[in-house]
Structure formats: structure tokens, C-alpha cells
């Protein structure tokens, strides 16, 4: 079993930035994708960002590219988001997701993903 738990979360202005963090318990090693999906109220939810946790693979959705980053460090068991120029329509509820296998160019598709956290709120105004 694996448990995922989102913090970083808050209310922040159109172009300012937030970071938010995946910690991760139990075995983690079983874990090789760590994505980042988001929910805003009445949508579906949907990928914004995915990696290989052992190898430098990473994707991102066209709307946050160039905007966020995802990365890990695995001393702390933690995965980020760093989310810069925020914008009103990134507002949602941000997920962690790890699953067990590489979904390569799936990873998007959260039906791939074993484990979930609980999600952080993001709320951006303009």
C-alpha cells in the first residue's frame, strides 16, 4: 500500500506562484509514475503533469507547460508541483496519483493510477 498526502495549497493573485508537495508513505518503491491531476467544480478531472520516478520522463498538459514544473526528491519521499504565472482558470482541486506501472504517453488518463491523495485546494483570482 502506498499513501499520498497533498499540502501547499491556498488562495493566491493571477501571476503569482505556489508549490505543492506529495508525501508519500508506505512502499513507495512499488511507485514508477507520480502525476498531478486537477478538478475544478463541474469537470472532469484531468492530468497536468506526470513523470517516470526514476528516470528524467516528464509530461505536461499544453495549458501548464512552460508554467509548472514536477519534480521529486526522494530523500524526503516528496513529489512537488512548482506552479508559476498562475492563472483563474488553473483554480481546482490538485491531486497526487502514483500508480505501479509507466503509462508512457497514457499518463493523462487517471483510470491508470492505483493511489490518490486526498487533493489541495488552489484558488486563483484575478
Known amino acids: 500500500q502506498v499513501q499520498l498526502v497533498e499540502s501547499g495549497g491556498g488562495a493566491v493573485q493571477a501571476g503569482e506562484s505556489l508549490r505543492l508537495s506529495c508525501a508519500a508513505s508506505?512502499?513507495?518503491?512499488?511507485?514508477?509514475?507520480l502525476s498531478w491531476f486537477r478538478q475544478a467544480p463541474g469537470k472532469e478531472r484531468e492530468g497536468v503533469a506526470g513523470?517516470?520516478?526514476?528516470?528524467?520522463?516528464?509530461y505536461y498538459a499544453d495549458s501548464v507547460k512552460g508554467r509548472f514544473t514536477i519534480s521529486r526528491d526522494n530523500a524526503k519521499n516528496t513529489a512537488y508541483l512548482q506552479m508559476n504565472s498562475l492563472k483563474p482558470e488553473d483554480t481546482a482541486i490538485y491531486y497526487c496519483?502514483?500508480?505501479?506501472?509507466?503509462?508512457?504517453?497514457?499518463?493523462?488518463?487517471?483510470?491508470?493510477?492505483?493511489?490518490w491523495g486526498q487533493g489541495t485546494q488552489v484558488t486563483v483570482s484575478s
Open positions: 513523470m517516470h520516478t526514476s528516470r528524467a520522463w516528464t
Open positions: 508506505g512502499y513507495t518503491d512499488s511507485m514508477a509514475s
Open positions: 496519483a502514483a500508480g505501479r506501472l509507466w503509462y508512457g504517453t497514457t499518463w493523462s488518463n487517471p483510470s491508470k493510477y492505483n493511489y
